[in-house]
Nanobody
Framework: QVQLVESGGGSVQAGGSLTLSCAAS????????MGWFRQAPGKEREGVAT???????SYADSVKGRFTISTDNAKNTLYLQMNSLKPEDTAPYYC????????????????????WGQGTQVTVS
């Protein structure tokens, strides 16, 4: 069974930085897509950043230039480096993986992804 476990969340001041990690286990091959999503209270889960198996990345307009998604395949870990954090970035952040998506790029759409982590809270004040 695929398992995704996030860590690295916390509270930071506006303008600060934080790096989230997602440790993946239980799979025999790398997922086609991995991504980070967040869900503020009362809102739908939204895509923040995605990365394809070939390294191609996509970012929400709201985080472009501030966030960087990356993977360390040797460690089976997904990362999200967040800089210049804003209060509106406050939300639980979830990592996600998909193994059967056939598209060329990995979309920032929640319904594309099958496996999800439990979430880690990011609070920016």
């Amino acid at each position: 069974q695929v398992q995704l476990v996030e860590s690295g969340g916390g509270s930071v001041q506006a303008g600060g930085s934080l790096t989230l990690s997602c440790a993946a286990s239980g799979y025999t091959y790398s997922p086609y897509c991995m991504g980070w999503f967040r869900q503020a209270p009362g809102k739908e889960r939204e895509g923040v950043a995605t990365i394809a198996s070939d390294g191609t990345t996509s970012y929400a307009d709201s985080v472009k230039g501030r966030f960087t998604i990356s993977t360390d395949n040797a460690k089976n870990t997904l990362y999200l480096q967040m800089n210049s954090l804003k209060p509106e970035d406050t939300a639980p952040y979830y990592c996600a993986a998909e193994y059967s998506y056939g598209g060329r790029w990995c979309p920032l759409l929640k319904y594309v992804y099958t496996f999800w982590g439990q979430g880690t809270q990011v609070t920016v004040s």
